[in-house]
């Protein structure tokens, strides 16, 4: 009985000192940057201009620079990280299964610094070439504007979209591993093809497969050195695919060093901050998502694949 008092001790003390690491990031964030909030106060968030002579300072184009580098690279990475872990968990020779789960996590353990260079040497001057040729009724548009660079938000959404593939379908896979054999039995038993039981294995997944989905949405948002090195560091709200933009990331790690200013300084913390609490925000968003669909799919979880795979 002792024994069983001491672990719950141990692990609720485990539990309480993570809480208590978040909130002290948080709270020296706060007082690091105090000068800082106390001179824009919200007006920092709403702000364009970063000016550091001046004095100067708005977060709102990294904020949108990030923000739009990592839905962007959400929205390439998502179908292929899927389509790996599909093919892998349900589809792949024995043979071939084992060479490709290594090559995925091999790729996620690639340090962020090597994607850097490979996006400068490879993907920018690709990139260049295929914003070169793009037809001159598309370039009128907001979207494809601009010279052709190499460097700007496409880049960086393409090398964000290759970093995140390998955490999405590593977990996404393993989510599709626990789904149980009688799942897809029981869709062969109602006379479904091999496509209707891989959508009966996802649909009883798709809890998981959300969660793996926004763990590489949270990767991409906080990334740095990659997305510093190609997407032209340039602090200006854009539509543009071809435009140099900034990230809340970029921007910290390229004018930390030269804030030798006491209210320069103050600003780049605060956006830490922002960056922090947007942060904070996705991952309580998408756990919200997650206990909705997981009450939802709960009670009646075989009956609704059943159906699912009927229709």
Request: charged fraction near 10%; hydrophobic fraction near 60%.
């Amino acid at each position: 009985m002792r024994s069983e008092l001491l672990f719950r001790v141990a692990i609720g003390a485990c539990a309480v000192l993570l809480v208590a690491l978040v909130a002290a990031i948080g709270l020296e964030l706060v007082r690091e940057s105090s000068l800082s909030i106390q001179t824009f106060g919200l007006r920092f968030w709403l702000t364009k201009t970063w000016d550091p002579v001046a004095g100067e300072f708005g977060a709102l184009p990294f904020i949108w620079g990030t923000l739009y580098s990592s839905v962007l690279a959400l929205l390439i990475s998502t179908p292929i990280a899927l389509g790996i872990a599909i093919f892998i968990s349900e589809l792949c020779p024995a043979w071939l299964r084992t060479p490709l789960v290594f090559l995925t996590e091999l790729l996620a353990a690639i340090p962020s610094i090597v994607y850097g260079l490979w996006a400068i040497f490879v993907l920018v001057p690709a990139v260049r070439q295929l914003e070169a040729s793009t037809p001159a009724v598309l370039r009128a548009l907001p979207l494809f504007s601009g010279p052709p660079l190499g460097v700007g938000m496409l880049a960086a959404a393409l090398v964000l979209a290759v970093m995140v593939i390998p955490f999405t379908s590593a977990v996404a896979r393993e989510v599709l591993k626990t789904v149980p054999v009688v799942q897809r039995e029981a869709a062969y038993a109602l006379g479904a093809t091999r496509f209707e039981a891989i959508r009966s294995a996802i649909f009883f997944a798709r809890t998981g497969i959300v969660g793996a989905i926004m763990l590489g949405f949270g990767r991409a948002l906080g990334e740095t050195m990659a997305v510093t090195m190609v997407i032209g560091n340039n602090p200006q709200i854009s539509a543009s695919l071809f435009a140099p933009q900034y990230t809340m990331a970029a921007v910290i790690a390229n004018e930390f060093t030269e804030a030798t200013d006491e209210l320069y300084l103050n600003a780049l913390v605060e956006i830490g901050l922002v960056l922090f609490i947007i942060t904070l925000i996705v991952n309580a968003g998408s756990r919200v998502l997650i206990w909705a669909m997981s009450r939802s799919v709960a009670p009646a979880a075989p009956r609704q694949a059943a159906a699912a795979t009927a229709a």
